[in-house]
């Protein structure tokens, strides 16, 4: 059956609608800082040298720049389909934090889309899930983000979730429930929401090639 995708109202890709949502996102939500937060603390706990981040709808570079200000032992990765997007990232950091950080241009609807970028110990998408504008595709999505993966690498999802309060389009937003189960079905392990606040839930699991002991 053919998937009827929800038409996204801005063009991100766009300068100008690009700058908008830009302008707007941290006066809708400031605790979208709390999730960075959460982000930064969970990253400086990890025990590896050289992290290799990948952050992916990587949007106008707030993030970016957090996670380049606050955790010292990182390389980050942005992928994003915008080119605007990607210069508003760039212009947030300075030339050491931008010697830590690559760009690459990619459009995750397009098949094959995750071949030759490599493999990280963190990958996390944040409010760019729905992006996929519709929630029948996540678990491919999620299978796909496996390909990016080492053993256990760290995988967060952070979207705005389908419930009584929050997002009421439950073609384009996943309940709890939902988020939870098409991890599961791509085969992440250890699932646990981390964050619920205003609407906004983050989600952290690990990708394990160990299988269980039968
Ligand atoms: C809502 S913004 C979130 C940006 C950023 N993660 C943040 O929270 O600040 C969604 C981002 O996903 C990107 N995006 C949308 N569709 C995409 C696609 N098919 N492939 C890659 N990036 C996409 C947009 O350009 C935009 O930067």
């Known amino acids: 059956m053919k998937i009827q995708e929800v038409p996204s109202p801005i063009d991100l890709r766009n300068p100008k609608d690009a700058m908008e949502w830009a302008n707007e996102a941290n006066i809708k939500r400031p605790w979208r800082y709390d999730f960075f937060d959460m982000y930064v603390h969970k990253i400086n706990n990890l025990n590896i040298e050289n992290i290799q981040i990948l952050d992916i709808g990587s949007g106008p570079g707030f993030l970016a720049k957090y996670l380049l200000q606050h955790c010292p032992d990182i390389r980050y990765t942005a992928a994003d ?36 970028l490599g493999q990280f110990d963190v990958v996390i998408i944040h409010q760019a899930l729905h992006e996929l504008r519709h929630k029948a595709h996540a678990i491919n999505f999620h299978q796909q983000v496996k390909k990016l993966c080492k053993n256990q690498t760290v995988y967060f999802v952070c979207d705005h979730i389908f419930a009584p309060d929050a997002m009421q389009n439950n073609q384009l937003y996943m309940s709890k429930k939902e988020h939870f189960q098409s991890l599961k079905n791509a085969g992440f392990k250890n699932i646990e929401l981390i964050k619920d606040e205003k609407g906004l839930c983050l989600f952290e699991c690990i990708e394990s090639s160990e299988r269980p002991i039968s």
């Open 81 to 116: 389909f915008s080119n605007a997007m990607h210069k508003l990232s760039k212009s947030k950091l300075l030339t050491r934090e931008l010697n830590r950080a690559t760009f690459r241009l990619i459009d995750f609807k397009q098949e094959g889309w995750f071949e030759d």
